[in-house]
């Protein structure tokens, strides 16, 4: 149940990337890091408790969107959902992630909550998770002993859990430099329009005229992490997109998916609506109507 | 073209300002010196269950905490928190039997949050701790989620007066066969060419007003038990406490502080008796409670959800012979208002159509669910959901058009009203369907989308309903006003109706300046203080505008005449030759002969002796004018509403796309708050048929008490609306009104779930109409 007094903890605001790191490294699984917030402290009205929650808003220099067409996308930890929905080069070069940010909470929330945030919370439901994964990329994790970088692929480990060790700090996600073919598109069901998703889906394929030479599908709420539809892509790869391609990708999902019934859905109902909802997908990035 | 100075103009409600500004001061905003702070501790763990013991003792130790309660710590009384008990004759009370099945604090948890101890401490945080440190035993009983299951034999009894756990049916010495209707329903079967009869669930509705439940009381030096509260009854709220805790009403003060949405979750009581309870057992402290806005979702009274079973037949010419209904309700918990919309579910059945026999029966039933009693509707969205679809059901049969065939069969000026014996004496029915329809531009798209084909489906529907203005003669109706006139011709109206939100203050000066011939801003409004103002029932049935309107009337018509008599005596006119414009009397066709308002009213407040004569100059006494009014009728306002929304049929997503509200309104006091009102219901009746329920683990815990996951529709989803007010003055309302309060939120239900089988050709019978059941019908419908 609720409660309108959060569960006691302390919080800590470093100024610096070390300080945080010194931190994270003292504290390890007994600090939360918070970014926007958003879906932290909720949780703390609903039951969850920290001893430590770490701010890390008062980073400087960590709310940056930078885009290079070579070098892709470079976002930082503090970078907020409503930067992204800022920036002309996301709308341009990764729609799918533009839309997920889009439609992406409420205007209040999306004004604090952060991408990076958003991966890290490793939620099955994440809009933005999802377009993410499909674009592919990587984040850089930073900690007192050094720095890595671990590929949106190998993030998600199981509910709610993520490859970050505690004495981590996710600093930057980087997504390639776009193809000059790619296509990406996101596409969602909720019960109303602001709404934590039912479904949701994002395509990012790479076309050669009418063919397809290279697809990564992601859809989330059917499985416990946001979840990469790899049987289904190969069916995509070297094909031209027509009716009887489509009609075996959306035969396809079905099989690759596992969701289950909750508050939002059933399992009968995501199963039963995955295939349209890739298919669309697929049709609103290649503009096929 | 209106020959009025207020009446009719859509004037700024006088309450938006400090809403919009965050400077109204709610019941959350009151900080009294020394405050303490209370928790209601509640039951998480069961459904349904005993308490076999309780050990507050480690939550007494912690700092901060003044006093730690058990049940037997507070009167363990048994009270009612809905006020029926009060609004129904002694008679009609003997017929519900006993009613009164709550205590303050239960040691047989009767639903999910049920309260089974009290902490009050110096600070909010320190009593949320304690209550953390409470130690209970429990012995859990079995879980009834319906009717079927609580009625069972050998179910455990929830109060052992109402066997079978059958809260309520239609009462036999007032409803023979426990029935309400007309003629003979076997009889009128046998007439029929065609029946169409189904099986339906209503859900759980939430009303979900923005402001959450806080409360404030003290019990002073002086004995007096003063709560601050956001109740929509104060005047019904202060007896209910003054019974409670044996307190003549003097020493209780119900102060209403500013409500912040009501929809009925307000009717009566919530937290008032546990919050003064607190007080009366730490006199001299004020003791404030505040609930997590989760909290709303198992305290206040939701929605009565239920089975609904219907079946009408009709001749071949649409004939409607025959209807025979049963609506058997979860109540919940408690009783509360248990009889009532038991009962007004069927009497909004007899209210709308001309069936040649009707036979309704209404039941209602304890179930381990959060209380039910009154939300926006009282039966009448549900009534609607069902009535309305089987309508369109026997039209598509019949091949009749649906808006032709309810402008044939509506009941109209004449016929027996609701609730029998009371004719409607104003129906504008026929033009509202008419000007609805032109403004949807129905018959073009009834046609265009009986030829479509492809993935998404557009359809058109329409329902109608008939509601009430007050809840006479079924229930009490009397509102008292008083109008004092200053010294400067400007007044003072004092009432204790509630202003939800809804409009009513502003609406009530406006017919309060009306009918002085004053200008607006030289009427002021005293309101809020239980002690300041003379009875009222409080604000539901949609009767705040219509029965508080009367009395404003009736009062400043008092004011008024005196004021008349006192010019007739100063100007030797007969007060019925005389007249007031811009406050100033004058003797008809003598415009030089005249008096100001303000020299009446102020030498009434200065009579000074003239010292020559002894005597005063002027007439005195300062003018006030009385009203103590109960209505002679209920003038039900008739609706249309027409949705138009497209199915995704590879999905079962529904997108609303326009939106028609006509309303039979009389006459529009102030047409910016009966738009208002159309599209604030609009709102909730469409979030009622396709997203809006409460919903249960097997084992009756609520799932979704939280906006994560109870999904109302926000400004987005909404579609294009267009309100269609048809002004037809009723003879009895004030200046010709009807209510609208309740009404913009019945037919949408109706409206939308017939769009949805024009759409697709398919009738959803379970609420709401959600895609997942949109799409296994059609899956399941392309199956067969």
Known sequence: ????????????????????????????????????????????????????????????????????????????????????????????????????????????????????????????????????????????????????????????????????????????????????????AFKRLTRVNEDLAKLNVAVNLVMDGDKCTHARLAMGCVAPTPL?????????????????????????????INPIDDQRSTAEYRKSVSGVFLRRAIEQACDIS | MTEFRTVGKSEIKIDVKAKVTGRAVYAADINLPGTLHAKIVRCYEHAHAKVKSLDLSEAAKIPGVVKVFAPEDLTTKFYNQSVIDIMVSEDMRGMLGDIEDQKILTDHVKH??????????????????????????????????????????????????????????????????????????????????????????????????MEPNSYIALYDDDGLLSCWTSTQMPKSVQPKIAKLFNLPMSRVRIIQTVVGGGFGARLGMVLEPHICALAMALPGHPIKVQSPREEDWLTSPSRHPGDYWMKMGFKKDGTPVACDAKFVNYKGGYYLDGSGVAFTTGGWVSGLYKFGALRYKGESYFTNQPVCGAYRGYGNPQTNFVLEQLVDRACHELKIDPVEWRKKWHKDVGDDGWCAGVPYASCA??????????????????????????????????????????????????????????????????????????GSHTTLRQIAAETLGFPLEDVSLSVGDSNDAGYDIGAHASRTLYVGGGAVMAACKDALKQLLERAATMLEANPDDLEIEDKQIFVKG?????????????????????????????????????????????????????????????????????????????RAINPAVVEGQLEGGAQQGLGMALTEELYFSTDGKVLNNTFTDYKMLGPSDMPKITNVIIENPDPHGPFGAKSVGEAGLVAPVGATANAIYNAIGIQITDLPITPEKILKALNEKHAA
């Open chain 1, 1 to 184: 149940m609720s409660t309108r007094i959060l569960t006691e903890f302390e919080l800590l605001t470093p100024n610096t990337i070390p300080e945080a790191l010194s931190i994270l490294n003292e504290f390890r699984d007994n600090v939360i890091p918070i970014a926007g917030g958003t879906d932290v402290l909720v949780a703390m009205k609903f039951g969850f408790s920290t001893e430590y929650a770490m701010s890390i808003s008062a980073i400087p220099d960590l709310d940056y969107l930078s885009f290079d067409p070579n070098k892709g996308l470079r976002i930082g930890a503090n970078a907020t959902i409503s930067q992204i929905l800022d920036s002309k080069a996301v709308k341009q070069h990764y729609p799918a992630l533009w839309q997920s940010a889009k439609i992406f909470a409420t205007p209040q929330i999306r004004n604090s909550a952060t991408l990076i945030g958003n991966l890290l919370r490793a939620s099955p439901a994440g809009d933005c998770s999802c377009a993410v994964y499909a674009l592919g990329g990587s984040i850089v994790l930073v900690s007192q002993q050094g720095e890595r970088e671990v590929d949106i692929d190998d993030l998600w480990i199981s509910y709610q859990n993520t490859e970050r060790r505690s004495d981590e700090l996710a600093i930057e996600l980087r997504i390639p430099a776009p193809e000059p073919a790619g296509r990406s």
């Open chain 2, 429 to 502: 029915l026929d033009e509202v369907l008419d000007e609805g329809a032109k403004a949807i531009d129905w018959k073009a798209k009834r046609e265009k989308y009986a030829q479509q084909t492809g993935v998404k489906r557009r359809g058109v529907g329409v329902a109608v309903m008939v509601h009430t203005s007050g809840a006479m003669p079924m229930l009490l109706e009397h509102t008292v006003c008083t109008v004092r006139l200053n010294e400067d011709a400007t007044a003072v109206v004092a009432f204790a109706c509630s202003d939800m939100g809804q």
């Open chain 2, 112 to 209: 999910y949050g049920d309260g089974i101890a009290a902490i009050v401490a110096t600070t909010e945080e320190a009593a949320e701790r304690a209550a953390e440190r409470i130690k209970v035993e429990y012995e859990p009983l079995p879980v009834y989620l319906n009717a079927t299951e609580s009625s069972q034999d050998g179910a455990v009894q929830f109060t052992p007066q109402k066997p079978r756990n059958m809260a309520f049916e239609l009462p036999e010495p007032a409803f023979p066969n426990n029935t309400l209707g007309w003629g003979d329903a076997d009889e009128g079967f046998k007439e029929a060419d065609i029946i169409v009869e189904d099986n339906f669930y209503t859900s759980k509705q939430k009303q979900a007003q």
């Open chain 2, 590 to 666: 003598s415009p030089d002969r005249k008096v100001a308002a303000s020299e009446i009213c102020s030498g009434g407040v200065y009579p000074f002796l003239n010292p020559q004569t002894g005597a005063p100059d002027t007439i005195p006494g300062q003018i006030l004018g009385y009203s103590s009014f109960n209505p002679m009728h209920n003038s039900p306002p008739f609706g249309a509403c027409f949705v138009e929304l497209e199915v995704d049929t590879e999905t079962g997503e529904i997108k609303l796309i326009e939106m028609v509200n006509g309303h039979d309104i009389g």
């Open chain 1, 228 to 256: 990469r539809l790899r049987a289904t892509e190969k069916l995509l790869i070297g094909q031209t997109l027509d009716g009887s391609v489509l009609k075996r990708v959306m035969a396809s999902v079905k099989e690759e």
